[in-house]
Structures are given as C-alpha cells and as structure tokens.
C-alpha cells in the first residue's frame, strides 16, 4: 500500500533553515504530483507547495515564496522541502501528500489528496 514517511524536522531558530524529505513507497512514484502541507494547532491544514510529476513545475502557497523551496528525485522516490529564512508562524506539523490521481498539478484542495504521511513537527523559535 501507499506509504508516504517524513524526516528532517526538529526545533530551528528564527532565521534558521531545514530540510524535509518525504520518503515514498507502495506505488509508482513518478506517475503523481506531489505537496506539503502544514497544520499549526488550532488551525486547519493549509497548502505549503506542490509539484509535478517530473519536477518541472512546482507551486507555492503566498506565505512561503521565496523561503521555501520543494523538489523531488524520481529515482530515489523523495520528494523534499527545502526551508529557509524560517519565522516562528512557520511551527506547525508538516505533511507531505500525493494527489489521488494525475502526474499534473491541479490545485491544492485537500480532497484531492488521497495519501498522506504521519507529518513531523517543525518548531521555529523567537
């Protein structure tokens, strides 16, 4: 089945960076576009950035243009969140997810994504 599991995160000051990797088993990794998603307590979850089935094109939610930046090794079957510049409103659990169907991006509804990892926390001080 589907399994989709995340590394990298942890605690990270102000300013500060991390990596997130989503490691992807259970399908054919190259035939689904790809996200990453977030949840800070008491909200709900949210669009983080996306990506395609080759990597080509790739999307960001507002909030993280610019910082943050998502890729993806097809041999390897990772996909990964490249974080910078990272604020203290960036803390919350971080999901990587595959879209239910289709190699292209169609948007960042969470109803279309079928899969999702256990998340991981990221924490950013002040």
């Known amino acids: 089945q589907v399994q989709l599991v995340e590394s990298g995160g942890g605690l990270v000051q102000a300013g500060g960076s991390l990596r997130l990797s989503c490691a992807a088993s259970?399908?054919?990794?190259?035939?689904?576009?790809m996200g990453w998603f977030r949840q800070a307590p008491g909200n709900e979850r949210e669009f983080v950035a996306g990506?395609?089935?080759?990597?080509?094109?790739?999307y960001y939610a507002d909030f993280v243009k610019g910082r943050f930046t998502i890729s993806r090794d097809n041999a390897k079957n990772t996909v990964s969140l490249q974080m910078d510049s990272l604020k203290p409103e960036d803390t919350a659990v971080y999901y990587c997810?595959?879209?239910?169907?289709?190699?292209?991006?169609?948007?960042?509804?969470?109803?279309?994504?079928?899969?999702w990892g256990q998340g991981i926390q990221v924490t950013v001080s002040s």
């Open positions: 997810a595959r879209r239910t169907s289709g190699r292209s991006w169609n948007g960042s509804m969470l109803a279309d994504f079928g899969s």
């Open positions: 259970g399908y054919i990794f190259n035939n689904y576009a």
């Open positions: 990506i395609n089935w080759n990597g080509g094109n790739t």
